[in-house]
């Protein structure tokens, strides 16, 4: 595999375009990333997970990607920067994302991003990809419906398909009680969350795949930080960005101590069309 040490990834610069809150003060909130870095510590530490598996692969030989699930396209315009001759599709189907996406490209820094605002099963025959990724986007979709299979057929032979959910069996700390808003979020929005480690390889199996790469993030460690900014935010954003600090702290020890291999609340997996 490439080193990809040589390659700069850095996540989150676009959030000053993207955020709400931060668009309205953009002088502030170029001081408060210059300082802070990323607000959101979910994609934060999603972004590590991420940033951390794209070393298992060929990153710099890749010459077409697509970002399934684009959402605010962070994962895209952060291997926009690291990789400027390589295409990045970033599809996206919410109206919303697709505007704040195009609005983003709309700042001519990032020539190598396109927008696909329809279903992997639009691109047209010909359309194959060395990369594949889809990033806490297939827990939001009936698993009928996981598009694993078009993913396969939409790369190109020896290209990689790279999934990351969150695993059917979470690790909590405080009483369920205490996340009542949360959790009737996660049962509207989290219809795919079905699958342990286990049953993501063999659903990824399934569609063709030779699997490369199996694991779990995200323990205890983590647990703690994400609800102790979940708890923060309730005080407000002045609250939430004080303790933001500590939050990531918090994760950095997990990254440099957590072994496990049989739980964990994210899972992800690298499978490779061999054909």
């Not at 940033?51 to 010459?63: A, E, G, S, T, V």
Request: proline share 4%.
């Amino acid at each position: 595999m490439n080193n990809i040490n040589s390659i700069e990834l850095v996540y989150g610069r676009t959030q000053i375009y993207t955020s709400p809150r931060m668009q309205k003060h953009p002088k502030l909130s170029r001081l408060i990333f210059k300082i802070f870095g990323y607000t959101s510590i979910g994609n934060w530490a999603r972004a590590h997970v991420f940033i951390d598996r794209l070393k298992l692969l060929p990153l710099k030989d890749f010459k077409k990607i697509l970002d399934l699930g684009a959402g605010l396209g962070e994962f895209s315009f952060m291997l926009s920067e690291a990789l400027p001759t390589t295409s990045i599709t970033a599809l996206e189907i919410l109206p919303e994302r697709v505007n704040q996406l195009k609005s983003v490209l709309e700042t001519g820094k990032y020539p190598n991003v396109t927008v696909f605002d329809s279903k992997i099963e639009e691109f047209g025959d010909n359309e194959q990809f060395d990369f594949i990724f889809s990033i806490d986007v297939f827990e939001h979709i009936k698993p009928e419906e996981m598009p694993f299979e078009e993913c396969f057929k939409k790369l190109k032979p020896g290209g990689y398909f790279l999934v990351k959910i969150p695993n059917v069996n979470q690790l909590t700390i405080c009483p369920d009680s205490w996340f009542e808003e949360h959790n009737q979020w996660l049962e509207d929005e989290h219809i795919g969350q079905v699958y342990d480690l286990n049953g993501l390889v063999d659903r990824t199996q399934k569609a063709g795949f030779k699997i490369t790469h199996a694991s779990y993030s995200d323990g205890w460690l983590s647990r703690v930080a994400w609800e102790l900014s979940y708890f923060t935010a309730k005080g407000g954003a002045v609250l939430q960005l004080m303790f933001l600090p500590i939050c990531k702290l918090i994760y950095h020890i997990e990254w440099l101590t957590f072994k496990s291999k049989k739980r964990g609340n994210a899972i992800q997996v690298i499978g490779q069309k061999v054909v």
